[in-house]
């Protein structure tokens, strides 16, 4: 689901262009220009997040914050003032008031997006627990609540600090990743891991299950891995000890489906076991696609999984695209919703889509993968990765995501 | 998406209709989990869960429907139970292949294959 912001301004200029600005990220914008069809407009429909124009005539910004406070089903919007004044003392009072942060005017439309969503990355975890512990009755104080949102924040930060800022440099090779999160903690992950100097351990891994738990057995597969690929050289050995371990640690609900494979740059061979997860693609210079499917089960569901290894040659141009399956799901809209349909029968873009195309192309789906991996093979890995984030957000109508998405393009120089 | 509840016997059939993506998928994930908690309670018979997930009408799947077919699977499992899958289409077959499950999940094309199966 789209989330709404209301932007509140008298100037309908700045309220035009923030809806501009804004529209294309994928967020739902309604508009105000006074505070008490702010106010209004907050009670009736609650946003899930205001962006606020200080100095406004008649009721300014922060007396529409201290109204917005008091009312039951507004008091947990977050607001974003937006204030000409730079002055310490106002900004003081805005965050007094309870505003969640602020903007100088005049502002960056870069930094608007950026605070707007993190501003949205600290609330939404509230936002998605309260209902949960409104469910398990009320022995959950406010308080409480923050403090498990706060833990969840801090479990993300831990857990991206444990993905790769940045792919390897490896000579003849040209490497990039890509990760979406759609929620604070990401299921999805990938780790490069250096054998020896001419040795690269490569995985690409999606934990099935949410929150906590998901991300904490992704700790685990990690660094199970990190230990195990420096004892083991089969990717098949490292994938079944990965599942005995997890099998005899975790409930059944939680389980992954990942790749592991070792690049090596003396003869160009990629080996690898595939447990379960999406195939990879291999693109090879007489514009061939070889799915990579040997390995086993997905990790961590069944004692008597077994796995097989198996390797393929890059030649100079080949290209080997792995990804989670956040990006073959990806649906037309919001999440195959009515109003995600909609929006591509009204899109310019959308000539050729004919009722029986959104039915049966109801996910992006692995061929249309292929198809826009092959007509962009002389790019580099990043701008690889770029065109299909772009051809993505074409399909579905959206640049957000709903489930996480991990890509990683290993190309061989010519 | 849409569960209707079935016994034959001593075998319980679900007849699953519809999309199982997303949120749908947790829902059947209840659903099953019902079955599992109602078999138990019936101590005194020693019933176990016999369960056929009929999946004709089931249009389109994703990874997380994929996900609590393997969740039930082991869940029933260990509580003694089992399980088989009727009539997949395409869409689910191949999320299965991928998931290299095929060996796992007994798999029927007949109502009266799949009963068979618990005989």
């Known amino acids: 689901m789209a989330e709404t912001i209301l932007v509140v301004d008298d100037d ?40 606020l124009d200080v100095m406004m005539p008649h009721k300014n910004g922060f007396q529409v914050v201290e109204e917005l406070k008091d009312i039951e089903e507004t008091k947990n919007v977050p607001i974003i003032l937006v204030t000409a004044r730079g002055q310490t003392e106002d900004k003081v009072r805005g965050l007094d008031t309870g505003a969640d942060d602020y903007i ?62 940045q792919a390897p440099n490896i000579d003849g090779f040209d490497i990039a990743t890509l990760l979406q999160s759609s929620t604070s903690v990401s299921g999805d992950f990938y780790d490069f891991i250096p054998l020896s ?88 210079q007489d514009r061939n696609i070889t799915r990579l499917k040997t390995g086993g089960m997905l ?26 399956d956040g990006i073959t799901e990806t649906g037309i809209g919001d999440n195959t919703n009515s109003e995600g349909n909609q929006s591509i029968a009204t899109s310019p873009e959308s000539d050729d889509s004919n009722e029986d195309a959104i039915l049966t192309d109801i996910f992006y789906g692995g061929d249309r993968l292929a198809a826009c991996l092959s007509e962009n093979t002389s790019l580099s890995a990043s701008a690889l990765c770029e065109a299909i984030v772009e051809d993505l957000a074409r399909f579905s109508g959206s640049t957000q995501t709903h489930d996480d998405r991990a890509l990683i393009v290993i190309k061989r120089d010519v | ?26 829902a059947l994930k209840s659903i099953i989990d019902q079955q599992i908690e109602a078999a138990n309670n019936e101590a005194e018979q020693e019933e176990k869960l016999n369960l056929i997930l ?8 994703d990874s997380s429907g994929l996900g609590v077919l393997v969740a039930s699977y082991t869940t029933i499992r260990r509580n003694d139970g089992r399980v088989v899958l009727l009539n997949l289409g395409g869409n689910i077959r191949s999320l299965i292949v991928m998931a290299k499950l095929m060996t796992i999940f007994d798999c029927y094309n007949t109502e009266a294959e799949a009963i068979g199966h618990f005989l």
Not at chain 1, 23 to 30: A, I, S
Not at chain 1, 118 to 123: I, K
Not at chain 1, 216 to 237: F, G, K, Q, W
Request: proline share 4%; charged share 20%; with cysteine.
């Open chain 1, 197 to 284: 100097e001419t040795q690269i351990g490569i995985v690409l891994g999606d934990v099935k299950g949410s929150g906590i738990p998901a991300a904490l057995l992704m700790v685990m597969i990690r660094t199970a891995l990190r230990l195990l690929c420096h004892e083991e050289e089969a990717p098949a050995s490292i994938l079944k000890r990965i599942n005995d371990l997890v099998v005899q640690d975790t409930e059944a609900d939680l389980f992954a489906t990942m790749i592991y494979g070792i690049l090596d740059t003396t003869d160009s061979t990629f080996t690898y076991s595939n447990g379960g997860h999406c195939y990879p693609f291999h693109w090879t």
């Open chain 2, 1 to 26: 998406m849409q569960v209707n509840v079935r016994h034959k016997g001593n075998i319980t059939i679900l007849d699953i209709e519809g999309k199982v993506i997303g949120a749908d998928a947790l």
């Open chain 1, 12 to 51: 309908l200029d700045i309220l035009e262009l923030l809806k501009m600005n804004l529209e294309p990220e994928g967020y739902k914008v309604q508009t105000a220009s006074d505070g008490d069809s702010a106010v209004q407009s907050a009670c009736t429909d609650p946003p899930d997040l205001i962006l």
């Open chain 2, 54 to 61: 009929n999946m004709e009408r089931v249009q389109m799947m």
């Open chain 1, 104 to 165: 100088t005017k005049p502002f960056d439309l870069r930094e608007v997006t950026a605070r707007v969503e993190a501003v949205l990355g600290r609330t939404r975890p509230i936002k998605y627990i309260n209902p949960l512990m409104r469910a398990m009755g009320d022995g959950f104080s406010e308080k409480g609540l923050e403090q498990l949102a706060g833990h969840l924040q801090a479990a993300a930060a831990i857990q991206k600090k444990l993905l790769p800022e």
């Open chain 1, 299 to 324: 990790i961590g569901a069944f004692k008597e999984a077994t796995f097989t290894t198996d390797f393929c040659l890059m030649a100079p141009g080949d290209i080997i695209a792995f990804y989670t």
